[in-house]
């Protein structure tokens, strides 16, 4: 245990019966390398009564999401989603969900071939088919096994940060995607990447004024024609997208510097801190100050020691342009004796 954590956080990745080798490797990766957490494996490594005791409870994917779970499994995930811990659910994990009927549940997502089939286990909750994840209260569900390394990673951002995450995802060598972004496309990719120069732009001038208009220009395409295409190659619109990435460089300054926060503001485009304020509250749910008293470092950074993120570092949203994260990802040093995956 690092001495820098007041206490770990307990997860148990509950290993049920038909569990894909993969969506228990990948959370136990994932979670492995970050020092705050304290890492069991319910049902196989680690006793099923270890469950009550973790703070995050993660299901994976398993084979055959229509046949039942034992019932041990299910009550030891209703009793962590009656007490407030955090339900992550992995792929086909969210049918365990189901099956136990957690409640308070009203959007889920999953692995766009079991969307018809998680909507006639679960009627009444809604099912986002092309989603990479979704968040509803304590539980988070995800699509399939390369989600679930989002999942992880979202988990560690609320817990210690970005900056945190930042270093994890280093580690298993899996760029962060955001949760709107979808599982598939059907739109032939452009044949060239028009607008990575321009988001570079963006990236190196988040600290000035930005329009529309100038990142069109930049691009030498109509306003229009400039909309259509970043939406199509980011999943999101231009200044949604600046505003993500705004908020991530200030999330990681408030983590490992002692500036103020009316000079992160000026450093991070939003300006003013009174808009700042209003803009991170309304994003990250927390005011500046809060949350760089629960994530910041206690001997921060020099100011001349802080470097932009790099390329791999920051939020990559480009369908095209990202590789598998799953074929960085390796097992545990102790292995896991799961159901091997046949996806």
């Known amino acids: 245990m690092n001495a820098w954590y007041e206490r770990e956080i307990v997860v148990a990745i509950l290993a049920v019966p038909r569990a894909y080798a993969m969506d228990v490797s990948i959370p136990a990766h994932v979670f492995d390398r970050h020092p705050g957490y304290h890492l069991l494996v319910c049902g196989e490594r680690d006793p099923l009564s270890e469950v009550d005791r973790a703070a995050v409870v993660v299901v994976p994917g398993y084979e055959d999401p ?52 998680l909507r006639a286990a679960w009627p009444g909750v809604e099912v986002l088919e092309n989603r990479l994840l979704v ?49 598939y496309t059907t739109v ?32 030498l395409l109509s306003r229009r024609t400039f909309i259509r295409r970043f939406v199509h190659e980011t999943g999101v619109p231009p200044l949604r997208w600046v505003t993500q990435q705004r908020l991530l460089s200030a999330r990681r300054l408030l983590e490992v510097s002692d500036w103020s926060v009316e000079r992160i503001a000026a450093a991070t485009g939003f300006g003013t801190a009174a808009n700042f304020r209003s803009v991170f509250r309304r994003e990250v749910g927390a005011t500046p100050t809060a949350y760089r008293k629960r994530h910041g470092a206690s001997r921060p950074q020099e100011v001349g020691s802080l470097k932009a993120p790099t390329r791999g570092e920051r939020i990559q949203s480009t369908p095209t342009a990202r590789a598998s994260a799953t074929s960085a990802v390796t097992s545990p040093a102790t292995p896991l004796p799961v159901a091997p995956s046949t996806r």
Not at 88 to 111: E, K, P, Q
Not at 150 to 179: I, N, T, Y
Not at 194 to 214: F, G, H, K, M, Y
């Open 135 to 183: 968040e509803d209260g304590n539980v988070l569900t995800s699509a399939g096994a390369s989600a679930g390394v989002d999942a992880c990673l979202h988990v560690v951002r609320s817990d210690f940060g970005a900056a945190a995450a930042d270093e994890v995802a280093k580690e298993v060598v899996s760029p962060a995607r955001a949760a709107t972004d979808p599982q």
């Open 66 to 117: 229509h046949l039942p779970v034992p019932q041990p499994y299910l009550e030891a995930l209703r009793r962590a989603a009656e007490r407030g811990a955090r339900i992550v659910a992995v792929c086909t994990g969210v049918f365990a969900l189901a099956a136990c009927g957690v409640a308070g549940v009203t959007r889920v997502t999953t692995h766009w071939r079991h969307a018809d089939e």
């Open 188 to 219: 032939p990719a452009p044949a060239r990447d028009d607008l990575a120069a321009t988001r570079e732009w963006l990236l190196e001038n988040l600290a000035s004024p930005i329009t529309v208009q100038q990142m069109a220009d930049r691009s």
